[in-house]
């Protein structure tokens, strides 16, 4: 009897504690959202956060769209006299990166993102941009919050933009308290079909060149190329002028460019000329600006930078029994110039721009390169496969530990691997043969190497230590206020530029470096206008003329007033190693000579010439 009794009362305490623990589950699934319901009177705090990754993710998508799917553009790299394009296209004071441009050193560089990127660059902005989400009204009101932030994938359709964002956000007030883990919106965006449309085009140049042609169209219509004028005197063009109507011309043809569609109403049918073979449902904008870097070469006989010259043939007595005179002409033309390319409709805009090349009166070749598919990258990430275990150790230069975080290059995609601890990395990373490592840490420049993950698991990467150098420079031992230019470009091609007075700082590691210091003029030069007396051999009249004698023939040339708004009276270059030591003090005087202020163009042309004898001597304060 009494073990029946025990029996039962073992049976009761079981019951007992079942009930207990399904209890405190309920409590527990009721308090996580995902599982149950947040308590009304803590929501509030949900509901906002909800709205900071909302807001984080509009602010995102429009950088992204107005930086060509951009949203981290990288460091800037200048261009030069052999190609005036930098990395960037400044519109309206923003960098928005070239999908494909022609890079200082000639070299030709594609940098269009591709969709796996976009995301990746998108989900990073909004975890940082959520870090700014403000909850401090709510800790007024006694809510006690604690956010921790993990994870967050962004996916890009053709309308809309999906982020899933995975933090642990807990909300406690007065006896009351709930945890959420996962948060998902959807916003109606046209980001994907904007960005598809935009590979669409590029593509399309990329395999037509139907910008170049437009260009080749608009030079000859627009400029002297080849031709015969019937006429016994010299025919005279002044160089700038054709120039300045080559860039008129060009800037109103690319914007009357438009791609088949009902976008748009044409007002006769020569317009159609103008429509370019690719069908789109949205609005779309072709742009250039004079303004923008562009550059134009003219090559021929009698071409100088003043006047295009070409002599007349039939003038001669000993031909006067041909009864005409006429002058050819022939010039070969450079061009290069930015087009910005436009995809909107009344909420959203897309805009991504590309280098437009003429070589020789010739368009570039009509593909940039082979077998491009930014589209479709995803189906192929390489991200995903992440099978060979790597330890990657980062030091600065004296060899002590430096915490980085790491990223491996892969083909076109870049994968995150992570922040080492206490400097090392030890996890796994794609394999690849011939990858990159990338490494960055706060004050430290951002370190490429090459690994190939196949082959090898170790590395040691040794980071340089970043410095704020304060740019000054001298010249004739005072200093200079006027507008002046001073690149440090390393050996790698990578480069920084103060553009001084509105930018005097730069950022630098210890390295070699080559400086360039450009010095102009801070007003207005005006070159008045004159003339002078342009001589030429032709053959001498009558018999002498037949076996090769020749007289100098002259005439006069007029030259129009030319304006120059800064004029180059100062600078050099030199080659320098800068140590860290040196790089501390926090101050670079760069003393470089002066040349004489133009008058003229020959002595403007020649101050350009001497710019390159001239050197510069860098010293640190």
Not at 56 to 67: D, V
Not at 200 to 205: A, D, F, G, R, T
Not at 238 to 266: D, P, R, W
Not at 485 to 498: D, L, M, P
Request: hydrophobic share 35%.
């Amino acid at each position: 009897m009494n073990r029946l009794n025990k029996r039962g009362q073992l049976t009761i305490f079981v019951i007992v504690a079942v009930v207990v623990v399904a209890v405190v589950a309920i409590l527990l699934l009721y308090n996580r959202t995902g599982q149950g319901n947040v308590p009304v009177n803590l929501k509030p705090v949900y509901d906002y956060y909800t709205q900071c990754i909302q807001k984080s993710t509009e602010l995102g998508i429009k950088i992204a769209e107005s930086q060509g799917g951009r949203i981290k553009v990288g460091d800037y790299t200048p261009g030069s006299d052999y190609a005036p394009f930098s990395n960037q296209l400044n519109f309206l004071g923003f960098p928005v990166p070239y999908w494909y441009y022609v890079a200082g050193n000639g070299i030709i560089k594609e940098q269009v993102p591709s969709k796996s990127e976009i995301e990746s660059e998108l989900a990073d902005f909004i975890k940082e941009d959520l870090a700014n989400c403000d909850f401090s009204l709510f800790y007024q009101q006694g809510y006690d919050i604690n956010l921790k932030n993990n994870d967050i994938k962004v996916s890009i359709v053709d309308t809309s933009v999906g982020v899933d964002v995975l933090s642990d956000l807990s909300v406690a007030r007065n006896n009351e308290s709930a945890i959420q883990s996962e948060y998902k919106i959807n916003l109606d965006s046209k980001f994907g079909k904007f960005y598809a449309k935009a590979v669409e085009i590029y593509n399309k140049e990329s395999a037509d060149a139907f910008l170049e042609n437009y260009t080749i169209d608009t030079l000859r219509l627009n400029a002297p190329v080849d031709g015969v004028e019937i006429q016994c005197n010299a025919k005279v063009w002044k160089t700038q002028e054709v120039m300045q109507n080559l860039v008129g011309a060009l800037e109103n043809n690319i914007a009357s460019l438009k791609f088949s569609g009902s976008y748009y109403t044409l007002k006769d049918k020569r317009a159609k000329y103008f429509v370019v073979d690719l069908a789109t449902d949205e609005n779309i904008n072709v742009l250039y600006s004079k303004s923008w870097p562009t550059k134009i070469n003219i090559y021929g006989d009698g071409v100088d930078n003043q006047l295009m010259i070409a002599q007349p043939v039939g003038n001669q007595e000993g031909l006067g029994i041909m009864g005409f005179c006429y002058v050819p002409y022939h010039y070969v033309y450079d061009v290069q110039f930015p087009v910005m390319f436009q995809i909107y409709d009344g909420n959203e805009m897309f805009q991504f721009p590309v280098a437009v090349v003429i070589d020789k009166n010739m368009p570039r070749e009509a593909r940039f390169s082979e077998g491009n598919d930014y589209l479709n990258d995803t189906e192929e990430d390489i991200c995903q496969f992440k099978t060979q275990y790597v330890t990657l150790n980062t030091y600065d230069i004296n060899l002590n530990k430096v915490d980085a975080n790491l990223s491996y290059e892969c083909f076109n995609q870049k994968c995150n691997l992570g922040e080492t601890k206490k400097g090392v990395y030890s996890g796994k990373a794609p394999a690849c043969v011939n990858g990159y490592i990338y490494a960055n840490a706060e004050g430290y420049a951002e370190k490429k190497q090459l690994l190939s993950t196949n082959e090898e698991s170790n590395a040691d990467i040794v980071l340089d230590k970043t410095f704020d150098v304060n740019v000054i420079v001298e010249m004739a031992g005072s200093k200079v206020s006027d507008k002046t230019i001073v690149s440090f470009i390393r050996e790698n091609g990578e480069s920084v530029t103060a553009m001084i007075p509105d930018s005097k700082s730069v950022k630098l590691s210890e390295g070699k470096y080559e400086v360039r210091a450009y010095v102009y003029s801070n007003s207005s030069i005006t070159i008045p206008a004159s003339s002078k007396t342009q001589c030429t051999d032709v053959p001498e009249s009558g018999l002498l003329g037949i076996f090769g004698s020749t007289k100098k023939q002259c005439f006069d040339v007029s030259l129009p007033e030319v304006k120059v708004d800064y004029a180059l009276r100062g600078g050099g270059k030199s080659s320098d190693y800068f140590v860290g030591e040196q790089l501390t003090k926090g101050n670079a005087v760069v003393k470089v000579d002066s040349l004489p202020m133009p008058k003229t163009l020959e002595e403007l042309q020649y101050n350009f010439e001497a710019f390159e004898s001239q050197g510069a001597y860098v010293e640190f304060k």
